[in-house]
């Protein structure tokens, strides 16, 4: 069994910053490629970002610039950093573990959080 546990979401204006943090426990899935995806209020999941277990680095074009995907696998963890924050950013965000196929669909991931949610006033 695999647990995640993302906190680090809240309340920022536009132009803020927030790091989400993911804390992965069970089965050692911190060696897969982890992802971020969002989901806003009557849209569907949406792809973020992903490292990949040699640290390479995938996002979708909106956040390229702005934000940053790490990982620390000694504390299991996995951190989105998130600059430059504007209100369409507002969504759930929830990590999870690739498990094969592309990065970008929510569909290849296993092992979902329970979200923290990220709201950027204008």
């Known amino acids: 069994q695999v647990q995640l546990v993302e906190s680090g979401g809240g309340l920022v204006q536009a132009g803020g910053s927030l790091r989400l943090s993911c804390v992965a426990s069970?089965?050692?899935?911190?060696?897969?490629?982890m992802g971020w995806f969002r989901q806003a209020p009557g849209k569907e999941r949406e792809f973020v970002a992903t490292i990949n277990w040699s640290s390479s680095t995938f996002y979708t074009d909106s956040v390229k610039g702005r934000f940053t995907i790490s990982r620390d696998n000694a504390k299991n963890t996995v951190y989105l950093q998130m600059n430059s924050l504007k209100p369409e950013d507002t969504a759930v965000y929830y990590c999870?573990?690739?498990?094969?196929?592309?990065?970008?669909?929510?569909?290849?991931?296993?092992?979902w959080g329970q979200g923290t949610q990220v709201t950027v006033a204008s």
């Open positions: 069970g089965r050692t899935v911190i060696y897969n490629a």
């Open positions: 999870s573990a690739h498990n094969a196929g592309s990065y970008y669909r929510a569909s290849n991931y296993d092992y």
